[in-house]
């Protein structure tokens, strides 16, 4: 089992809230990635990383940032939250790029 | 066209039978291929990945990868109800120097039943 975590598992924020999801691996992997999945709907990359100071955006287009200013650890950052950013938020790292491990997620809903 | 993609679903065998999931991908560049397995409100865990045309078992798992028609299938050999799941295909692709982007395309997912 692949040890990367996240937290909060569930947030619930008012609009124009900033908030930041938390995403740190022990396993030091050099390559860490952000998906968005809505219920039903399949998973869209919206932030990666190849290593420390390397971010770079997704296939999906979002409002949020990433930062990477440690190997273990790559936080998402909404500057102001909004109705349209509920969603499950999965963070993954990996060491080669190809098999990739997940952490639980976090479910965001913004009312 | 989606880049991936995968029959929704659901798929419902009894329980014993042999699950067959299927996917097809549009990029004939893609590499590396990928099985993930869902539970409901919980994130995807890896199960089998494959590289190489042909098949590739792990206990009751067995995906089969054929290039040329560009297809991955994932069975599930002796179901269980414990299988019951959304089952995601993901395909990534290797850049012109051969290492990876490390970008996973993912299906929308084959919702798979076992019943007892």
Known sequence: ?????????????????????????????????????DPGMELHLIHYS?????????????????????????????????????????CASSITGNEQFFGPGTRLTVL | QKEVEQNSGPLSVPEGAIAS??????DRGSQSFFWYRQYSGKSPELIMFIYSNGDKEDGRFTAQLNKASQYVSLLIRDSQPSDSATYLCA???????????GKLTFGQGTILTVHP
């Not at chain 1, 440690?70 to 499950?88: D, G, I, K, V, Y």
Request: glycine share 8%.
């Open chain 1, 50 to 90: 190849y290593g420390v100071n390397s971010t770079e955006k997704g296939d999906l287009s979002s409002e949020s940032t990433v930062s990477r200013i440690r190997t273990e650890h790559f936080p998402l950052t909404l500057e102001s939250a909004r109705p349209s950013h509920t969603s499950q938020y999965l």
């Open chain 2, 91 to 101: 395909v990534i692709l290797l850049n012109a120097g051969g290492t990876s982007y």
């Open chain 2, 21 to 26: 999931l299927n996917c097809t991908y549009s």
């Open chain 1, 1 to 37: 089992e692949a040890d990367i975590y996240q937290t909060p598992r569930y947030l619930v924020i008012g609009t124009g809230k900033k908030i930041t999801l938390e995403c740190s691996q022990t396993m030091g992997h050099d390559k860490m990635y952000w998906y968005q999945q």
